[in-house]
């Protein structure tokens, strides 16, 4: 490559650090503010010579990497956590110049720890997959607020349903509750009737793509994975054939144990939350299924659930998903990103 360089994005701006090879000249500057026009500028001074960019797998990364692929520039992902590590013990000061150059090194001696490109449709169901995350985390929090209104006021909770039928109309009425708890039940039913009409026709529409795409179609003959799971599951893990061992899959998944050591002395493991946790969330979704008698994991996850609690089965049986949802994508090849 001609030109070998790295950039450090961040809202205000994005410092750029790049080698021209062929003089040996380094350049670095900052274009501010971070925006796709500027950026887009910019690069004009950079074409017209091979050339290849990292950046860092942070929030903004998207518009970069389309920008510096649209210049016919070679665009590199780089792993946050890796790359932190990388760079050792904080013994200078840190810097975003010093990020860029770091970037840049270890690009042109090819030690970048490197992530998956995805394509535009892995994307945007990425994004869709997210939005209604938070709108079910924000469901799911305001009837815990009702709930609570209702303890406060020393009300009974409705069995089952706490939204439908007569147990609406009871929390319509303030049924035992003081002025100010009936308005907070009334506004938490407000907010949650407008979460619920963002949430229909989402989850429909991430359905509708679970049925049509081939890979998420496979994915859900795993028992308890469903639509949303299966399309998490395809939009997280992707191209499975950069993993060349279902553990590799796991460890991607951030549902890995951590493993210290010395001598005779070891810590014990914790999780390395390591990658999306919207993964993880789905896959610890799909893994409580085991739980029932019906699903073929039951006896495996009844006999560690005896000796270590239902919790650590249910993450025993999610790493068990990511095994096998790696072999079924890596099984479909190219078919499985099958844009529809």
Not at 236 to 260: I, M, N, P, Q
């Amino acid at each position: 490559m001609a030109i070998v360089g790295g950039l450090d994005v961040h809202r205000r701006q994005i410092t750029f650090d790049y080698l021209d090879t062929e003089t040996g000249q380094v350049r670095r500057g900052r274009i501010a503010p971070a925006d796709r026009q500027l950026l887009r500028r910019w690069l004009m001074s950079v074409t017209g010579r091979p050339a290849a960019f990292a950046v860092e797998a942070c929030t903004g990364w998207r518009f970069v990497v389309e920008e510096l692929c649209r210049a016919g520039i070679q665009a590199h992902l780089a792993e946050p956590a890796e790359t932190a590590a990388a760079r050792g013990p904080k013994r200078r000061a840190k810097t975003d110049r010093a990020d860029a150059r770091q970037l840049r090194e270890l690009l042109a001696a090819g030690r970048l720890p490197e992530s998956w490109i995805a394509p535009e449709q892995v994307l945007e169901i990425r994004g869709l997959l997210q939005l209604f995350k938070d709108l079910r985390d924000e469901h799911t929090g305001w009837v815990q607020r009702i709930h609570a209104v209702l303890f406060h006021h020393g009300v009974a909770a409705a069995v089952g349903d706490l939204l439908g039928g007569d147990s609406r109309q009871r929390l319509q009425a303030g049924t035992g509750l003081s002025p100010a708890g009936h308005q907070a039940v009334l506004a938490a039913l407000r907010v949650v009737d407008m979460l619920e009409a963002e949430l229909g026709p989402l989850r429909k529409q991430i359905a509708t793509f679970a049925r049509r795409q081939p890979a998420c179609k496979a994915l859900q003959a795993q028992y308890g994975v469903g639509p949303v799971t299966a399309a998490v599951i395809w939009a997280e893990l992707g191209d499975c054939r950069r993993f060349s061992a279902s553990r590799k899959a796991v460890r991607h998944t951030g549902l890995d144990v951590t493993v210290y050591s010395s001598d005779d002395k070891r810590a014990p493991g914790r999780l390395s939350r390591q990658g999306s946790p919207l993964l993880r969330w789905a896959l610890y979704e799909a893994a409580k299924c085991a739980a029932r008698s019906s699903s073929p994991d039951y006896a495996y996850y009844s006999r560690i659930k005896e000796r270590i609690g239902g919790n650590r089965a249910a993450l025993s049986v999610a790493r068990k998903i990511v095994r096998r949802s790696h072999h079924i994508l890596r099984s479909l090849g190219d078919q499985a990103l099958t844009a529809v």
